[in-house]
C-alpha cells in the first residue's frame, strides 16, 4: 500500500501546496485531498522522505478565471517519471525543464465557473498518485458599447480573420522552452484601461457579445508602448485586424501581443527587456481610435494581463 504526505507552506497571500508523494509500509491510501489532511499529521508523515523523490508544488491553490496555477514538479529526470492532469483544462499540460525538475502551467479559463476543481498528480515511477484541489473564485466582468464605422466593421470577415491568425499561429509555433520573464510583467503602456479583461462587449448594437480577452489602454497617438517583460520578437509587422502589432514569446509557452499601433520599433527575431520600446500607440486596423489592445496567451488560451501585472506565474526559485 502506498501512503500520501504533503506539505502546506504557507506564503503571504496565496497558499503553496506542496505534496511529496512515496511508498511506505503504513496502510494509508492515496488518493485524497490535501486539504483534508490535518497538518500535523501531513509534518509527521514527512518527516524523513527518500532522496530524489519527486516533489509537486503548486504556486497557488486559489486562482480567478483568467489566471494561471503552475506545477512544479522537482527532482524529476524526465517528463515520462510523473503526470499532471487538470480535467477542467481540455489540453495536456505542457511540461518545461526547470530548476531541478519540470515546470507545467495550467491556465484558467475566463468562463470557469466559480468552485472547487481538482488536478490530479502521479509519480509513476512509485505508482503512487494525489488530488489536489484548486478553488476558483468569482470575479465579475462587466459589459461595454462599442460603436465602429462602416469602413472598420467591413474589417472583420472571416477570411481577414484568418489571413490574420495563420501569422499568429506560425509566430507561436516554436515556443522558447525556457524561462525568459523575471518576476511579474510591467503595464505596456502610460493610460486608463478602456476596456476590461472579459468584458463583454456589444458592438454596432450587435445584441450577440463577444469577449474582451484582452486590456485596451487609451492614450494619445504616438504614446510609447514597452514589452512587458524579457522576451523575443517572433511578429512585428501590420497585420489586417489588428494593425501593426507585436507579439513576444516570454518561454514556456507564454506570449503577449500588441495591436493597433501607429508604429513599429522592433524587428522579428531580436530580444527585448523589460520596458523596451516596441512601438507607439495608434489605431490602425480594427480600432475605433488610438488604444493599446494587449493580451497574454498560453496554447490557445487568453489569460488576464492583470494577473500577470501583479504575479510571477512561476514564482519558484531555480
Ligand atoms: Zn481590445
Not at 468562463?111 to 498528480?121: E, S, T, V
Not at 495591436?259 to 512601438?279: I, P, Q, R, T
Request: glycine share 8%; hydrophobic share 40%.
Amino acid at each position: 500500500m502506498f501512503v500520501l504526505c504533503a506539505i502546506l507552506v504557507l506564503m503571504a497571500s496565496d497558499v503553496w501546496m506542496r505534496a511529496v508523494l512515496h511508498d511506505d509500509r503504513t496502510s494509508m491510501r492515496c488518493g485524497e485531498e490535501a486539504h483534508a489532511l490535518p497538518v500535523s499529521f501531513i509534518s509527521l508523515m514527512c518527516d524523513a522522505p527518500p532522496a530524489r523523490q519527486l516533489v509537486f508544488t503548486l504556486s497557488r491553490s486559489s486562482a480567478g478565471p483568467g489566471d494561471c496555477i503552475s506545477v512544479y514538479v522537482e527532482h524529476a529526470n524526465k517528463p515520462g517519471q510523473f503526470s499532471v492532469t487538470a480535467p477542467f483544462y481540455e489540453k495536456p499540460i505542457t511540461f518545461f525543464p526547470y530548476g531541478d525538475g519540470y515546470v507545467g502551467l495550467v491556465p484558467i479559463y475566463a468562463w470557469l465557473k466559480p468552485g472547487d476543481y481538482p488536478i490530479r498528480i502521479k509519480d509513476l515511477s512509485m505508482n503512487t498518485d494525489l488530488t489536489l484541489t484548486v478553488k476558483v473564485l468569482p470575479r465579475t466582468f462587466d459589459a461595454q458599447y462599442l460603436w465602429v464605422s462602416e469602413s472598420t466593421a467591413a474589417l472583420r470577415t472571416d477570411d481577414n480573420e484568418a489571413k490574420d491568425q495563420a501569422f499568429f499561429d506560425a509566430a507561436r509555433s516554436h515556443p522558447i522552452q525556457r524561462k525568459l520573464w523575471d518576476g511579474p510583467f510591467v503595464r505596456p503602456a502610460e493610460g486608463i484601461t478602456t476596456t476590461s479583461y472579459n468584458s463583454m462587449r456589444y458592438t454596432n448594437g450587435n445584441p450577440v457579445p463577444t469577449r474582451h480577452l484582452a486590456i485596451d489602454i487609451g492614450n494619445a497617438e504616438g504614446t510609447p508602448v514597452t514589452a512587458a517583460n524579457h522576451g523575443k520578437v517572433v511578429l512585428a509587422r501590420k497585420l489586417i485586424l489588428s494593425g501593426n502589432s507585436v507579439v513576444i514569446d516570454h518561454g514556456m509557452g507564454i506570449f503577449t501581443s500588441s495591436f493597433h499601433l501607429s508604429e513599429l520599433a522592433v524587428e522579428e527575431g531580436k530580444s527585448v527587456s523589460k520596458g523596451d520600446v516596441v512601438g507607439r500607440m495608434g489605431s490602425t486596423g480594427y480600432a475605433a481610435g488610438p488604444h493599446l489592445h494587449f493580451a497574454v496567451w498560453k496554447e490557445g488560451t487568453f489569460l488576464d494581463p492583470g494577473f500577470f501585472f501583479t504575479t510571477d506565474p512561476v514564482p519558484f526559485p531555480q
